[in-house]
């Protein structure tokens, strides 16, 4: 079993730039596609990206096209989340997933959550 621990939150101005990672334990963390979702206060848990196990297939919603990057260190076991040009809107906890099915977009088909990281943009 997968264990999730995120980090790298924080408070950025808007314009600004976040990494997050999201560090996980256990051997079977390459099998996984790995997943980042956010939940504004209010609002619904939400899909931000995901990358397949083997890196090489990544997909996005479409707000944060071009100003995301997912990418992940299976030798590290650990997954990242690149944030450029952040607005308000990205204000949110961010969320670690773990997901078996072939290309998880709901948060239904993802298995595995870290407890959350905080990102808050000032505008």
């Known amino acids: 079993q997968v264990q999730l621990v995120e980090s790298g939150g924080g408070l950025v101005q808007a314009g600004?730039?976040?990494?997050?990672?999201?560090?996980?334990?256990?051997?079977?963390?390459?099998?996984?596609?790995?997943?980042?979702?956010?939940?504004?206060?209010?609002?619904?848990?939400?899909?931000?990206?995901?990358i397949r196990w083997g890196g090489?297939?990544?997909?996005?919603?479409?707000?944060?096209?071009?100003?995301?990057?997912i990418s992940r260190d299976n030798a590290k076991n650990t997954l990242y989340l690149q944030m450029n040009s952040l607005n308000a809107e990205d204000t949110a906890v961010y969320y670690c997933a773990a997901g078996s099915a072939w290309y998880p977009r709901t948060k239904n088909e993802f298995d595995i959550w870290g407890q959350g990281t905080q990102v808050t943009v000032s505008s």
């Open 16 to 50: 600004g730039s976040l990494r997050l990672s999201c560090s996980a334990s256990g051997r079977t963390f390459t099998t996984y596609t790995m997943g980042w979702f956010r939940q504004a206060p209010g609002k619904e848990r939400e899909f931000v990206a995901a």
């Open 56 to 69: 090489g297939s990544s997909y996005y919603t479409d707000s944060v096209k071009g100003r995301f990057t």
